[in-house]
């Protein structure tokens, strides 16, 4: 009999953890695993694509446990319980390590093995409120070493933790004809050279950082636009018209250009002449694997797992978080490196994607930790 599998989300928008998700539960193997049921907290883009896929879907809302009115948190865990029996569900897969302290109190109620998947740094800030649940957690997902060691020295034992990188879709993802779907709409001259960058617009991002870096790379080379693709999710601040007005101010809003959320990354990737990861925080990020599976120049901030993706020089290029000169400085050198230099750069890259980041090799290596959970889990 297949295992039904129950997958956790914590957010109802999509970013690269939730279009991870969706591509787990679409490759995975239906004769061995079916995706029965996912839990979201509120409607929103990421339901519309789950029903899409032909997989229920149950918008649940969390409240903590408060002395002043538990009846709340228990009406939130009954919530899950129900459905979880009635799907007969196997596994609980928790695409996110938080909701932990939740679905850690339900996976010891109804007697059936939670897997937590950690796709976050800097975890021990999160771990100290939610030691417990972590503790009672039967298996973690960890997306890179950098985030087992971190799950290692907040006391979680090794034998729980599996390292699997996320994987990018290589039939979705790869070298291609230009399309010109950036050029097109923004009207860029054949001249121009095109900088990417995609992801939340947000201060850890490095979002202003890139916008300083601009400065630089003005005086040193011409025809440079950048294009920000993605939305904002602070709730209490316009985040995009302050960096605009940072633009102004430095006098580079003219290389700019703030595109919103997308859909079609594979052809807005094929547009770019090179892509940018400022951040000063990641833990292993999917869009990294996807600009450089698609044959696009990539250089990012040296933070987290993303030294076990890129090694410098010669898959791509490692900056300090935080220093958008030296930023910048990088920028200039890559641009004006010869089409001989860049080629062997891309070759790597696509390589080191091909054969250790595909998403078969991610959803082989998860179906084998369901098997290896169901089959040590004692009831």
Not at 22 to 31: F, K, Y
Not at 104 to 114: A, E, G
Not at 143 to 161: P, T
Request: hydrophobic content about 40%; overall charge positive; aromatic content about 8%.
């Amino acid at each position: 009999m297949p295992l039904n599998i129950a997958y956790i989300n914590h957010s109802s928008n999509i970013g690269g953890a939730e279009t991870n998700l969706l591509n787990i539960m679409s490759g995975i193997n239906n004769n061995d695993f079916i995706p029965a049921i996912v839990f979201l907290p509120r409607n929103g883009p990421l339901l519309v694509e789950i029903e899409k896929r032909g997989i229920k879907v149950r918008i649940i809302s969390y409240y903590s446990l408060k002395l002043k009115n538990p009846f709340r948190y228990l009406s939130t865990l009954t919530n899950l319980i129900v459905p979880l029996l009635k799907e007969k569900i196997d596994i609980i897969h928790l695409n996110h390590q938080y909701l932990i302290d939740h679905l850690s109190s339900v996976s010891n109620l109804i007697n059936r093995p939670l897997i937590c998947h950690c796709r976050g740094s800097n975890l021990a800030s999160f771990f100290e409120s939610k030691q417990k649940w972590f503790m009672k957690t039967d298996c973690f997902i960890a997306v890179s070493r950098s985030v087992a060691l971190e799950l290692y020295s907040l006391g979680i034992d090794e034998s729980k933790v599996e390292v699997i990188y996320d994987g990018v879709d290589l039939n979705k993802f790869h070298r291609t004809k230009k399309t010109f779907v950036l050029r097109k709409e923004f009207n860029f001259s054949e001249n121009d050279l095109i900088i990417g960058i995609i992801g939340r617009i947000e201060p850890k991002k490095g979002s202003s950082d890139i916008i300083y870096a601009a400065r630089e790379v003005k005086k040193y080379v011409k025809n440079v636009k950048i294009v920000y693709i993605g939305e904002s999710d602070i709730n209490d601040r316009d985040y995009i018209n302050e960096l605009k007005t940072l633009a102004r101010k430095l006098e580079v809003d003219e290389m700019f250009r703030f595109a919103g959320f997308r859909s079609n990354i594979p052809e807005v990737l094929n547009d770019l002449d090179l892509f940018v990861l400022p951040s000063w925080d990641e833990a292993l990020p999917n869009v990294l694997l996807e600009s450089m599976a698609s044959g696009i120049l990539t250089i990012s901030t040296n933070v987290g797992g993303i030294s076990e993706i890129i090694e410098n020089n010669k898959t791509g290029f490692l900056v300090n978080a935080k220093d958008p000169n030296g930023l910048g400085a990088e920028i200039i050198r890559v641009l004006k490196m010869n089409l001989h230099e860049k080629e062997i750069i891309i070759s790597s890259a696509e390589k080191v994607i091909a054969e250790k980041f595909s998403l078969n090799r991610q959803i082989v290596r998860i179906e084998g930790l369901y098997e290896k959970i169901k089959n040590n889990y004692k009831k």
